[in-house]
């Protein structure tokens, strides 16, 4: 009995030790694309998980309860050849509130410039140091935006080192021929995702991102009042950051994850705090002010998850 517990220990522990930053769920689907040769997606889908999950991207040492909750979902619309595949890529990043079993969404982004190719059954390849393909550079520098959010909701300023590690991808890929890496190709895209991040102007924003996660949602089981004190404090910040540049690309990117769970939070808030809130709301999303109004009107709720 003994030997068979020792034989056990010794598969699961370096198991536990091992454990990575991700648990990623990843799928590929291609619904519209014609043909019968559709083993390669589910073989890309494999080799994607894989890169993600199985890859040790940072130095810290994750207990498998810390692993980072995330979403892949590639639409490919198109096999341009046999190895080359377009399509879309959406994001989802999760986070979950200290003493609930709710999880708050960090990032919920569609990404419509993915453009690659996939030989199947070869491994992918990357490096931190050149660019080697599209896929698996999209996939890093997204793994990469994943952990400087999640880091960020922890403690102040946290990601920076992950940020500056999606810059350098973004560098690399700069004579890259598929889209999605220069400035000037659009004023959405991973460009200007990760310099938005980065740049000290719009520093409130990323202040916000910790007030919002540490100081509000993750004491609101103890104390909802304080906790949704420090999200009016966050709002705030990122009405700073949104008067420093209108139409701030990462701040649509968080008002975007943010906002029925915002209305959640503000339905049983006092009047006052409730005004506050709207008018800040208004201002840094004007396209969705309608929605906000519900705030004012609704006068019993719940707080966060629907706790």
């Known amino acids: 009995m003994k030997r068979k517990i020792l034989l056990v220990l010794a598969i699961v522990l370096p198991m536990i030790m091992k454990a990575q930053e991700f648990i990623c769920q990843v799928s590929v689907n291609a619904p519209n694309v014609e043909g019968s040769e559709r083993k390669v997606f589910q073989t890309l889908q494999s080799a994607i998980y894989e890169f993600v999950n199985n890859r040790k991207w940072t130095n810290y040492v994750y207990k498998p309860e810390e692993r980072i909750e995330c979403s892949m979902m590639f639409t490919i619309t198109s096999r341009v050849t046999s190895d080359q595949f377009k399509g879309r890529l959406n994001l989802v990043l999760q986070r979950p509130v200290y003493k609930t079993s709710y999880n708050t969404n960090l990032l919920n982004y569609v990404d419509n410039d993915i453009d690659f190719k996939y030989v199947e059954y070869e491994p992918l390849i990357y490096s931190d140091d050149a660019f080697t393909s599209n896929l698996t550079s999209v996939l890093a520098y997204y793994v990469y935006v994943f952990l400087g959010l999640d880091a960020d909701s922890y403690s102040l300023m946290g990601g920076t080192p992950y940020y500056e590690k999606a810059k350098a991808i973004v560098n690399s890929a700069q004579n890259a021929q598929e889209k999605g890496w220069k400035a000037f190709e659009s004023m959405k895209n991973r460009f200007w995702l990760v310099e938005n991040l980065m740049n000290g102007a719009y520093s409130p924003l990323r202040e916000g991102i910790y007030q919002y996660h540490r100081l509000g949602?993750?004491?609101?089981?103890?104390?909802?009042?304080?906790?949704?004190?420090?999200?009016?404090?966050?709002?705030?910040?990122?009405?700073?950051?949104?008067?420093?540049?209108?139409?701030?690309?990462?701040?649509?990117?968080?008002?975007?994850?943010?906002?029925?769970?915002?209305?959640?939070?503000?339905?049983?808030?006092?009047?006052?705090?409730?005004?506050?809130?709207?008018?800040?709301?208004?201002?840094?999303?004007?396209?969705?002010?309608?929605k906000y109004q519900q705030i004012l009107s609704s006068s019993s709720g719940s707080g966060v998850g629907g706790k």
Do not use: H, W
């Open 217 to 290: 949602l993750d004491v609101m089981s103890d104390n909802i009042d304080m906790g949704r004190s420090a999200v009016t404090d966050c709002l705030e910040n990122f009405q700073r950051a949104y008067r420093e540049k209108p139409g701030l690309f990462i701040l649509q990117l968080m008002t975007e994850a943010k906002r029925d769970e915002l209305i959640n939070i503000y339905s049983q808030a006092a009047p006052m705090d409730k005004t506050r809130a709207v008018n800040i709301l208004k201002e840094i999303d004007p396209s969705n002010s309608g």
